[in-house]
């Protein structure tokens, strides 16, 4: 179903009783009674988990599976699959300047990015109330898949042409990717750009921004949303660059106190964030879930233009019992 984003996210900022927009996807393995691996594997059951959730929660949007993996075995990266666990990228690509250069820019339907944007189009269809949100990786931390994660770190220093020349095909990939996500009838993505959080505003000024504005620029549009994620503890002192992107919206992990990022969004621009993924969703109990889901509320409840989420992707072998706990929480504060 096709929507006007911009409607979407200016509602939420007016609603009095706002609805919550967690990253949640992989918990719905184990209401299907599979395995992450199994889940992956299959556009059909990616739909699925996502109509599940859909059905089971009031989520804000239908939010597809968070795996950062992907776009990288598109490029020929070597991934590590295993049965619980999300796939992770193995080693580095690219060795040198000349395998920059020669990296091609692969099809957007090559390898499990076809059942990804299959995945969309199936659950646009069966999930007419809310958006559909696609999840990808952004340039910088593609990039850094691709060299290795701490190689590309240096390589800014010492060979900084060489990391332009793969983010340029990262970049023209991820935004064929996003147009394949738009045309399949997803109101947006969520853009993972995790890793440039560790760099300096200057570096984050020449390395991601650029690259990430590139994307906002070429697909979002009225009925299109780019949402910007990053859960680094440094995103506070990058805010202004992040802001530059153009995002229609921006996602922050709990390694900052969401109270200190407020401040600095714009009061027309929707932030969402952030308790903890890992130590309450899924290693905590509903108890303290609730309490963390309240800290954070009544810190933040106060401006108009925040959403609460989660602070990053919610791991598939989170507690539905902490799922449902963080809703109530929502539920409750919102209807006191």
């Not at 979407?8 to 009783?17: F, G, H, I, P, Q």
């Not at 925040?306 to 902490?322: K, L, M, T």
Request: charged share 25%; hydrophobic share 45%.
């Amino acid at each position: 179903m096709k929507r006007n984003m911009k409607e979407w996210l200016l509602n939420m900022t007016l609603a009095s009783k706002k609805k919550a927009m967690p990253i949640l996807s992989f918990p719905a393995a184990s209401l299907l009674g599979l395995s992450v691996d199994e889940l992956i594997q299959s556009a059909d059951n990616q739909a699925k988990a996502m109509e599940l959730v859909a059905n089971r929660t009031d989520a804000a949007a239908a939010v597809s599976l968070m795996d950062l993996s992907v776009e990288a075995e598109c490029f020929g990266a070597t991934v590590r699959f295993s049965k619980d666990e999300v796939p992770a990228v193995m080693g580095k690509l690219i060795e040198d300047s000349e395998a920059a250069e020669a990296l091609a820019v692969p099809d957007v339907h090559s390898g499990r990015a076809g059942l990804c944007i299959e995945a969309i189009r199936k659950a646009s269809k069966t999930i007419p109330d809310r958006p559909v949100l696609a999840g990808v990786i952004g340039p910088y931390s593609l990039a850094g898949r691709l060299l290795d994660v701490t190689e590309i770190m240096l390589d800014c220093f010492d060979e900084p042409e060489k990391v332009h020349t793969v983010l340029v095909k990262c970049t023209e990939f991820l935004v064929q990717y996003c147009q394949a996500f738009k045309e399949a009838g997803a109101g947006g993505v969520i853009i993972a750009e995790p890793l440039a959080g560790l760099l300096s505003p200057d570096m984050i000024e020449e390395f991601s921004e650029p690259y990430v504005r590139d994307i906002v620029e070429k697909v979002q549009d009225e009925h299109f949303c780019i949402i910007y994620h990053n859960c680094g503890g440094g995103v506070i002192r990058l805010i202004d660059s992040i802001l530059r992107t153009g995002a229609a919206a921006y996602h922050f992990g709990n390694a900052i106190d969401m109270a200190e990022m407020m401040p600095h969004i714009p009061e027309d621009t929707v932030a969402m964030g952030n308790v903890d993924a890992a130590g309450e969703f899924c290693q905590g109990t509903p108890e303290s879930i609730r309490k963390a889901t309240l800290s954070v509320l009544e810190a933040c409840g106060r401006y108009p233009n925040f959403v609460i989420s989660s602070g990053c992707d919610i791991p598939a072998a989170s507690p539905w019992e902490n799922i449902d706990a963080f809703f109530g929480a929502v539920g409750d504060f919102y209807n006191d």
